[in-house]
Structures are given as C-alpha cells and as structure tokens.
C-alpha cells in the first residue's frame, strides 16, 4: 500500500512538461481516472457484496433480481455467527477461538526458531550458505496437498492427528522459512559493526545480539510476525485434512462446511466470512510498509 | 557507542585475550545453536515426511488397507507420466496457470501504471486495490461461488438486467474453468499491481526529466525507460504467481471441486482425489514427488532472476 506515498517520490514519476499538459493532458488525465475508478469498483464490488449480504435478511439475499440498494438491515447473521441455536456458543465461535490459538502458537513458535536463524545466516560465513537459503526457501513453496499426504501418515502413527498441536508444528515449519528469509532483510540492514563495537567492549556475541542488535531489530520481527499470523490465520489444506472434530478445527475449514448441506445460508457465510478476514485486514494496514517484502517472502524489498 | 571505538586499545586491554583466541569456536557453536532449531523443525515437518513420501512411492501402499507396502519400483511413475488422465490434469493446470497470470500480470500492471499516474490519492487507491489478495482463498471461493450461482447470483442479475440470459457459470464444462480463472485474476492482480508500483516508483525521475527535455513520445518513454527498469521485478512477481497458481488447491476445491466432470480438475486437485478419496497412497506420492520436482525447478530458476536483479 504505502511503498509509494510515504518513502518515495511525493510527485508522479511522469513530470508533464507544462505545455505538454496544457493540450492534450486534461483529457487524457479524464480517461485515466474514469478508467481507474472503473477498475476499483470492478476489484471491490465482491468485497462490498459480501458486507452487504451479512446485514441483509435471507428474503433480499435471495432477491431475483438481486437487491443493491433498500433491503432491511439486520444483524441476526452475525448473531448467528457466534450464538448457537439453542443459546450458548456456536461451533464458528469455537473454531474461530482455535484459529487465534493455532495462528498464535505457530506464530510465536515460527519467530522464536526464525529470528536467530536469520541473525546467524545474515551475520556469519557458513558452508554452503546459499545452498541452504534455497533449500529453507524450497520448502516454503512445497504443494500443501502433496506435504499432506505423508504428514498425515506421519500424524497418525504420532497421534497428533486432529490435534491442536500437530496444526502448531506444520505451520510453524511453513512459518520459519518465511521468517528466516524475511529477517535476514532486517538483520542485513542493521550493520555488524554495532556487534563489533560491543564485542571490543568485552561483551560476548550472543550478549552482543540480545543487547544491541534484537531491540533494533523490534520493528522487523512485529512485521514478520503479522505475516507469519496471516498465514497461519487463512490456512486451509492442512487444516481440512488433518483435524476433523468441532472442538479443534480452525475456522476456514468451519467456514467452508457452512455449505456442505442441501441449502446454504448465505447470509450466514457472508457474516463469518466478515468477522474472519476483518483481522487479517486490520493486520495487513498495519504492516502496510512490508508488504512488499512479506508477499514475496521478503526476497524483493525497496 | 562511538565512545568505545575511541579507545579500542584500552578496551582491548582491559579485557584479556581470551576471547580473541575462543571467537571462532564460539562464533561457529552460536551459529549452529541458532539455525539447528530452525532447521530441525524444517527436517522433521517438512524433509522427513517428503523422504517418507519418497519411500512409498516406490510401492503399492494404501494408508486404508493394513497390508505391508510392497516393492514396485518405478511402476507408480511410469503409470502417472503415461497416464491419460494425467495429460488432461497437466493440460487444465497449464491453461489454468497460463490464462490467471497473464490476466493478473497485464491488469496488475495496467493498474499500477495508472495509480503512478496519479499526484494525489494514491496511498488510499493503492490500499483499497490490495483488499481482495489479503482475504483466504476460503472466503474468496465461496462467495464468488455465491456471486455466481445460476439462480440468484448477483453476477447472473447484472447480466440479466443487460438484457443477456443467464449463465451457468460453475456448472458448465467451458465456463467453469474460465471462471476459476477469473476469480484467482480477481484476488491476484493486487499482487502484481503491488510488486509493478514498486518498481514503477523506484525509476529515476531524472530519465523522464531527459526524455522530456528531447521530446520523447509518451510511448517512447514507456518503450524505453519504464518497462526495461520494471520488468526484472514484474518478471519475479509473474514466476512467483506462477509457482502458486501451479500448486493452488483451496480455490478449486470450495469453487468448483474439480466439477463439471473433470474440467477444473488440476494436478493438485487430482493429487488429493487419489491420495484421500482413492487411497492410493503410494500413486499419490509418486504424482506428489513429480510435482515437488516441478516446484523445486520454478523455485531455482526464481531464485536465479532474484539473485541476477540483486546484482545488477
């Protein structure tokens, strides 16, 4: 979002010389904006739909033709999203409590291992450094249908088969490869000499990274971690294949049963679909500066 | 800490040389204490189960039948890679992957050439773009897949309204493919737009500037200074969509499930139809190996094009 606004240029890249404009600019810069506008819209309109479906009553979300505009609000779906039928908590609540549990674990678990990785391939010489960069890399980009197969093979004779814990390990494995790549970016930016320096002061390197180097790198990890959250918060492959019972499964794939019967309430899906991804779009304001860097797995930054 | 660097002498003085002697001894022990967590979380979730992968490959295992695995060599990749069904999976996957990220890469980059455009707004244009790829796949396929529901789908209403009848979006044979296409369109151009801008906002302004002073055309300057500087970054967002789109699963299991027959059915669909609905697990993984080789070969030469734009 932001990389453009608040690093770089504050002007378009495209200067018009004055003259220039002054003919055939004003038109053109009509076209630009009507197209763009159109554009938005195009790109918005589902996101837009699905708010609007979660307040509408079931009659005018079954409207034909459909209704945009003078449906009767209601809040019942989102009600619905949390209350069961019967009063007390609904499954999607349960499942959305799991997945704040699962993303959180993995999360902490994938920085805790991730950071010191990062921090060691960014400041020392190892063997083969390059070759084991691709390979943490190589296993990020690893189909999730095919890891699945013999990680559920592997869960079952561990037990860790719908469990919490077994959905903890697998995305905090997917997790720690995006967080080595990603701070190494942070830790190459913070210069070694600020270690050397604390080094001749008498300090050992690892009292020299805790002291000197983790506090700078404070922003970094927050960043990383929002990623790391994301991810592990949208997961759907392993999470629909290895837990099955109402008590552990994650929201995407709760979401997802909502239309597994005869009829679908839609209204329903609309509202849990809000409440879900309302987090991930918070988040992702947040970190708005990496986002760059934290789509391509913090290989490109500017 | 520019006070210590003043006095390194004294400093060294004061404390004995002993560290000197143990640094690269402890260096090398706190750099394995560091990196071999990461790295035996890496072997065992994801190295192990793909070696084990490996091994089943070679047999006849079923993981719903008690009887051991049997030896078969190479017979479970000799079955996949002459296998008919197999062609068509790989020809859906192609046209799938192909159709999405050319779609992606030119409106992408349409986009943010459009958005660089602008002086004012573009820090809200650009955030409000974004909005579709932050949202899980999950949310992404079903309400498309409400949206274009025959019946009461709002997309079938617009067209209705245009006086254009109604489409069977999902359910027929050339339209469900098309519409995969479309909605991972949908929630990827963001990805490209976003990775496009930020090459389009890092081109030197002192080049239009001399362009400029010389008269160059419009097309001119977008020929010959914007899309040279932009299309080593542009290149690593398209094969890092590419490689996604090939091992995209969630999208077509919750929009289509691989239906009408077998048109949406792409390699990762089919994988999962043969390791969890046939139970052919050792088939499944023989496919799963070919398809990690697959990934693994994407990855290398992306990682090569970054390595180069590193450089350069």
């Given at each position: 979002m932001a990389i453009s606004i608040q690093e770089a240029v504050p002007t378009g890249p495209v200067p018009d010389d004055p003259p220039r404009s002054r003919r055939g600019g004003r038109g053109r810069a009509v076209v630009e904006v009507v197209l763009l506008a159109a554009l938005a819209i195009a790109m918005l309109f589902p996101v837009l739909w699905i708010l609007e479906t979660s307040i509408k009553e079931n009659r005018d979300v079954y409207a034909v033709p459909a209704k945009f505009f003078g449906f009767r609000v209601t809040l019942d779906h989102f009600k619905d999203a949390f209350v069961a039928a019967g009063g007390g908590r609904s499954d999607l609540s349960v499942a959305f409590l799991n997945s704040v549990i699962v993303a959180g674990g993995s999360t902490a678990l994938a920085t805790l291992f991730g950071v010191p990785a990062a921090w060691a391939y960014s400041r020392f010489d190892l063997r083969a450094k390059k070759d084991q960069l691709f390979f943490i890399l190589s296993t990020r980009f690893m189909p999730p249908v095919v890891v699945v197969i013999p990680v559920f093979l592997m869960y079952r004779q561990l037990g860790l088969i719908n469990t919490k814990l077994g959905l903890v390990?697998?995305?905090?494995?997917?997790?720690?490869?995006?967080?080595?790549?990603?701070?190494?970016?942070?830790?190459?930016?913070?210069?070694?000499?600020?270690?050397?320096?604390?080094?001749?002061?008498?300090?050992?390197?690892?009292?020299?990274?805790?002291?000197?180097?983790?506090?700078?790198?404070?922003?970094?990890?927050?960043?990383?971690?929002?990623?790391?959250?994301?991810?592990?918060?949208?997961?759907?492959?392993?999470?629909?294949?290895?837990?099955?019972?109402?008590?552990?499964?994650?929201?995407?794939?709760?979401?997802?049963?909502?239309?597994?019967?005869?009829?679908?309430?839609?209204?329903?899906?609309?509202?849990?679909?809000?409440?879900?991804?309302?987090?991930?779009?918070?988040?992702?304001?947040?970190?708005?500066?990496?986002l760059v860097a934290g789509v391509t797995l913090g290989a490109v930054r500017r | 800490?520019?006070?210590?660097?003043?006095?390194?002498?004294?400093?060294?003085?004061?404390?004995?040389?002993?560290?000197?002697?143990?640094?690269?001894?402890?260096?090398?022990?706190?750099?394995?204490?560091?990196?071999?967590?990461?790295?035996?979380?890496?072997?065992?979730m994801s190295v192990f189960p793909l070696l084990w992968a490996l091994y089943l490959s070679f047999t006849d295992y079923s993981a719903t039948r008690d009887v051991p695995a049997n030896f078969v060599g190479l017979q479970n990749y000799i079955d996949i890679l002459t296998s008919a069904q197999v062609h068509q999976r790989a020809l859906t996957t192609l046209i799938y992957v192909i159709g999405a990220v050319t779609l992606q890469t030119v409106l992408g980059f349409a986009i943010a050439y459009l958005i660089s455009r602008r002086t004012h707004g573009r820090g809200v244009l650009t955030t409000l773009f974004l909005v579709p790829m932050m949202l899980s796949p999950v949310?992404?396929?079903?309400?498309?897949?409400?949206?274009?529901?025959?019946?009461?789908?709002?997309?079938?209403?617009?067209?209705?309204?245009?006086?254009?009848?109604?489409?069977?979006?999902?359910?027929?044979?050339?339209?469900?493919?098309?519409?995969?296409?479309?909605?991972?369109?949908?929630?990827?151009?963001?990805?490209?737009?976003?990775?496009?801008?930020?090459?389009?906002?890092?081109?030197?302004?002192?080049?239009?500037?001399?362009?400029?002073?010389?008269r160059a055309s419009e097309w001119f300057r977008f020929r010959n200074i914007t899309l040279p500087l932009v299309w080593p970054l542009l290149l690593i967002a398209v094969m890092f969509r590419a490689i996604e789109a090939f091992r995209l699963f969630d999208l077509v299991y919750i929009l289509t499930s691989g239906g009408p027959g077998v048109s949406t059915e792409t390699l990762s669909f089919h994988v999962y139809k043969v390791a969890f609905l046939g139970f052919n697990t050792g088939v499944a993984s023989a496919y799963g190996i070919l398809m990690v080789l697959v990934v693994i070969v994407l990855a290398q030469l992306y990682l090569r094009y970054l390595n180069k734009l590193k450089e350069g």
């Open positions: 390990l697998i995305y905090a494995a997917f997790n720690v490869s995006f967080t080595i790549w990603m701070m190494k970016g942070f830790v190459d930016e913070v210069p070694s000499e600020y270690e050397d320096a604390a080094m001749l002061d008498g300090y050992t390197r690892f009292q020299a990274f805790r002291r000197f180097t983790l506090p700078l790198l404070v922003p970094g990890i927050a960043a990383t971690a929002v990623f790391a959250l994301i991810f592990s918060w949208n997961e759907f492959v392993f999470a629909i294949f290895l837990t099955s019972s109402q008590d552990v499964r994650t929201a995407p794939p709760a979401i997802a049963g909502l239309i597994g019967g005869t009829t679908v309430d839609w209204g329903l899906v609309a509202a849990s679909a809000t409440v879900f991804a309302i987090p991930v779009l918070v988040f992702a304001f947040l970190v708005r500066k990496h | 800490m520019s006070t210590t660097t003043d006095h390194p002498v004294q400093e060294a003085s004061s404390t004995p040389p002993a560290p000197g002697r143990s640094r690269p001894l402890s260096d090398r022990g706190l750099a394995v204490a560091f990196i071999s967590p990461a790295m035996l979380l890496l072997l065992a949310v992404v396929g079903l309400f498309w897949r409400f949206m274009l529901d025959a019946q009461f789908g709002v997309i079938n209403s617009m067209l209705g309204s245009l006086g254009f009848g109604q489409v069977e979006w999902l359910t027929r044979q050339r339209t469900a493919l098309l519409s995969l296409i479309v909605v991972d369109t949908w929630q990827w151009t963001p990805f490209i737009m976003l990775i496009a801008l930020a090459g389009l906002t890092a081109v030197p302004k002192y080049l239009y500037e001399a362009a400029s002073i010389d």
